[in-house]
Nanobody, 121 residues
Framework: QVQFVESGGGLVQPGGSLRLSCVAS????????IGWFRQAPGKEREGGSCISDWDGTTVYADSVKGRFTISRDNAKNTIYLQMKNLKPEDSATYYCAVGICSGPMSDFSSWGQGTQIPVSS
């Protein structure tokens, strides 16, 4: 069972950048990929970024594509989310989870506790 701990959140101004880290621990053998997702208060979870464990292929939701970049450092068991040109609508709590990058978000599991990103002036 893989477990995740997210960090790197904090207040950022519109147009700014931030890099989130997701440290994985436990059994990580049996999964296809790891994704970053977000959830704003009163809204459903969305905005997925996912990286495949097999070949590093990445996929992104339209809401974050072109601004967010997911990457990994296997030596550190860490998955990163580099966020650029942040917008107020990016304000949310960001989570990482394990699943199939080509599959639905609802199939992801082992969600971390999240790290909060307020984007505000």
């Amino acid at each position: 069972q893989v477990q995740f701990v997210e960090s790197g959140g904090g207040l950022v101004q519109p147009g700014g950048s931030l890099r989130l880290s997701c440290v994985a621990s436990g059994f990580t053998f049996d999964y296809d990929g790891i994704g970053w997702f977000r959830q704003a208060p009163g809204k459903e979870r969305e905005g997925g970024s996912c990286i495949s464990d097999w070949d590093g292929t990445t996929v992104y939701a339209d809401s974050v594509k072109g601004r967010f970049t997911i990457s990994r450092d296997n030596a550190k068991n860490t998955i990163y989310l580099q966020m650029k040109n942040l917008k107020p609508e990016d304000s949310a709590t960001y989570y990482c989870a394990v699943g199939i990058c080509s599959g639905p978000m609802s199939d992801f599991s082992s969600w971390g506790q999240g790290t909060q990103i307020p984007v505000s002036s």
